[in-house]
C-alpha cells in the first residue's frame, strides 16, 4: 500500500476540437505528427474518427510499431470518448462523497490523533459515510435508518494499531503492502473502510474495491491491466484497498484479541443465558469475537477448518509435520519466522512476538478433531499433559488437554476399572454413531467441538449372548451434573439404532478430577398413554462417578501437582 499525493489534471477528450485533440495526442505519442493523423467529422458530427495514415517509401520495423502504436491509441481515443459521460458523472458522484467523508470527519473530530483515539474505544460507535461511489452499500454492512450511504461503525481498538501500521508503511518504503488477517466475524471489512474514510479525510487517494469476488466493478481482467490503467490515468501514487481477499495467502499475519471489546459486549448482553457455558469457556471459544456467538457463524468457521485439516492431511506426509504451524499455534509455542503458507491457514492462527496463537476455542477443538479423524493426533499424551501444567489457570485449556490425554489413554490402554483392558479403535461420527458391529469394543468420538452432551462413547459387544453396554463419556474438572445426561437421553432412542437385536443397557461414565467414587441407578421413566400400553422415556441407566486416576494416574498426578502449585513471582 503506498500513499497518495495531489491531485492530477484530468483531459476531458471530449470537449476538445480538432486542433487541440491533435496537440494532445502529440504529447501522448510524440512520434506523431498532423500528417500522420486524420479526423474525419462528415458522417457524424459528435463523434470524431480517427485514421492513421502509411507513410510514404520503404516500410521499416520502426515504421510498423509506430503504426501499432497509433492505431491502438486511436482505439483509445474512441474508447474514452464513449465512457466520457458516464466518467464526468462517477468523477462528480465521487467529488461529492469526498466532500461529504471530509465534512462528517470535520463535524465528529478535531484531527487525526482525536479520530483515532475516538475510533478505538470499543465505548463509542457512529454512522460512517461509506468511502464507495457505488450504488448500494455491500450486504454484510449494517445500515441504520433511511440513510443507506452510511454504515454502522462500531469502535475497535485494534483500530489505533492499524493507523500505527498504515504510517509504518509510509515511512519506510520496503513496506508497500498492508494485510488485515482475522477470523471471519472479527470484522476486517469494517476495519478496512474505516481506515479508508480516516484515510480520505486526511487527503490521500484511494482505489477501493470492496468485493473482489465481483467482477462488474472492475473491467480490468488482468493485474497488467490494473497496472496500465493506473500508469496512464494517474499523475499520483494511490491506495489500493482492496476486500474479501481470503483466497490469498501471505507469510505476513495480522491477528487481534481484545478484552475491552468483550467487556463491552457482556456489558450490553448481561441477561443473556449461557446454559451449562461459564463466561471464560465462552470466551475462550469465541476468541473474544462476539460475532461468534451467532450459531451460523460457527457453522461456518467449524466447516471453513474442517476443510483446512483435510488440506494439510492431504498435502503433508508424516515427516513433514515438524513444519507443520498450525500445533505451535494451538499451544501458544514459538514459530517459525518464515512461515509458508500451506503450513497455516491465517484466518484462524496467527502470529505475535514469534509466538503462535489460535483464534479462538472453535478452530482449536475443531482442527484438533477433525485431523483425529482422519488418523493424526496433533498431541501426544506428554505434549497434553505439559500444556496443561503450563496453562493451569486457563481453565478452558486445562479441560480440553484433558480430554485429549484422557480420550488418547482410553484408546490406547482401556479402562481398567470397567474390565476393558488393551486398545481399542476410535471412530470418530455426526450427531450419531453407525456402529461397526464386528468390533467386541471401540470408542466413538462425536466429530462436533462442542458435543454438549458426551465427549465420547464406549461399545462393549458380547456377540455370544447378544448382549451390548453402551458407555457415554463425560470428561470433566468440575464436577458431574445432570445436564449432559438429560440431553443424552433427550433422544436416546437415536444411541440405540442398529442394536436392535442386542440386549442393551447403559452407564453413563464421568471422569472427573475431583477423585470421587459415586454410583447411581436410575430406573426406566415411562409416559402414559390415553390408550394402549405405556411409552418408554428413558431407559433404566447408572451414573458412574471416576477420578482421573483409574484412567491415567500420570494426568491425575500431574494436574494435582499444577494446582497446588505456587505462582511463579518475576522481581523487578
Not at 462517477?90 to 466532500?99: D, G, I, N, V, W
Amino acid at each position: 500500500m503506498s500513499t497518495g499525493g495531489q491531485d492530477s489534471n484530468a483531459t476531458d477528450i471530449e470537449d476538445l476540437s480538432v486542433e487541440d485533440l491533435i496537440k494532445w495526442t502529440q504529447k501522448q505519442v510524440p512520434y506523431c505528427t498532423s500528417e500522420h493523423i486524420d479526423i474525419d467529422d462528415s458522417s457524424q458530427p459528435d463523434t470524431k474518427r480517427v485514421h492513421v495514415q502509411e507513410g510514404s517509401g520503404k516500410t521499416t520495423d520502426t515504421q510498423r510499431s509506430l503504426k501499432r502504436k497509433a492505431q491502438d491509441l486511436a482505439k483509445s481515443i474512441e474508447v474514452a470518448q464513449r465512457k466520457a459521460p458516464r466518467l464526468l458523472a462517477l468523477a462528480e458522484l465521487c467529488k461529492q462523497r469526498r466532500e461529504d467523508t471530509l465534512h462528517h470527519f470535520q463535524s465528529n473530530f478535531k484531527g487525526w490523533e482525536d479520530a483515532k483515539v475516538k475510533l478505538s474505544s470499543p465505548n463509542v460507535s457512529m454512522d460512517i459515510p461509506f468511502p464507495f461511489s457505488g450504488s448500494t452499500i455491500p450486504k454484510r454492512f449494517k445500515t441504520r435508518g433511511e440513510d443507506e450511504a452510511c454504515y454502522h461503525y462500531m469502535e475497535r481498538e485494534v483500530f489505533s494499531e492499524l493507523v500505527d501500521a498504515f504510517k509504518g508503511t509510509t515511512r519506510d518504503r520496503s513496506l508497500k503492502d498492508l494485510w488485515i488477517y482475522g477470523l471471519m466475524g472479527y470484522g476486517k471489512p469494517y476495519l478496512l473502510a474505516t481506515l479508508l474514510y480516516f484515510l480520505t479525510a486526511q487527503g490521500y487517494r484511494v482505489v477501493y474495491l470492496p468485493d473482489c469476488r465481483i467482477a462488474e466493478i472492475i473491467n480490468l481482467r488482468k493485474m497488467d491491466d490494473v497496472e496500465e490503467f493506473l500508469l496512464q490515468n494517474w499523475d499520483a501514487s494511490v491506495i489500493l484497498a482492496i476486500d474479501q481477499m481470503d483466497a490469498l495467502e501471505d507469510p505476513d499475519q495480522f491477528q487481534f484479541k481484545a478484552q475491552a471489546e468483550m467487556d463491552a459486549w457482556w456489558d450490553c448482553h448481561s441477561n443473556v443465558d449461557l446454559g451449562e457455558y461459564s463466561r471464560t469457556q465462552v470466551e475462550d471459544l469465541t476468541g473474544k469475537i462476539p460475532l461468534l456467538l451467532d450459531s451460523y457463524t460457527v457453522k461456518v468457521v467449524v466447516r471453513q477448518s474442517q476443510r483446512f485439516a483435510s488440506r494439510m492431511k492431504g498435502n503433508l506426509r508424516d515427516a513433514d509435520w515438524a513444519a507443520y504451524q498450525v500445533t505451535a499455534c494451538i499451544t501458544g509455542s514459538a514459530v517459525l519466522e518464515d512461515i509458508h503458507p500451506e503450513h497455516v491457514d491465517h484466518r484462524f492462527f496467527y502470529e505475535k512476538d514469534g509466538l503462535g496463537y489460535c483464534a479462538c476455542g472453535i478452530v482449536r477443538e475443531t482442527v484438533t478433531k477433525r485431523l483425529a479423524q482422519l488418523g493424526t493426533d496433533l498431541f501426544s499424551i506428554a505434549d497434553s499433559i505439559r500444556e496443561m501444567t503450563q496453562l493451569i489457570s486457563n481453565v478452558p485449556v486445562v479441560g480440553y488437554s484433558l480430554e485429549l490425554a484422557i480420550l488418547q489413554t482410553i484408546r490406547s490402554t482401556g479402562i481398567s476399572w470397567l474390565d476393558l483392558v488393551g486398545s481399542m479403535p476410535q471412530i470418530v461420527f455426526d450427531a450419531h454413531p453407525k456402529y461397526v458391529l464386528e468390533h467386541t469394543y471401540a470408542l466413538y468420538v462425536p466429530k462436533a467441538f462442542n458435543s454438549p452432551a458426551i465427549d465420547a462413547l464406549i461399545l462393549r459387544l458380547d456377540h455370544s449372548k447378544m448382549k451390548a453396554e453402551l458407555i457415554p463419556i463425560k470428561i470433566t474438572i468440575a464436577k458431574s451434573h445432570s445436564t449432559s445426561e438429560d440431553l443424552f437421553f433427550k433422544d436416546w432412542s437415536r444411541w440405540l439404532e442398529y442394536l436392535e437385536d442386542y440386549d442393551a443397557n447403559l452407564t453413563f461414565l464421568w471422569i472427573t478430577a475431583s477423585g470421587e467414587y459415586l454410583t447411581k441407578k436410575f430406573e426406566a421413566r415411562y409416559r402414559e398413554r390415553r390408550e394402549g400400553p405405556k411409552m418408554l422415556v428413558r431407559p433404566a441407566y447408572s451414573s458412574v462417578n471416576i477420578p482421573l486416576k483409574e484412567v491415567n494416574a500420570e494426568v491425575w498426578r500431574k494436574y494435582w501437582n499444577a494446582k497446588i502449585k505456587p505462582p511463579l513471582e518475576l522481581s523487578g
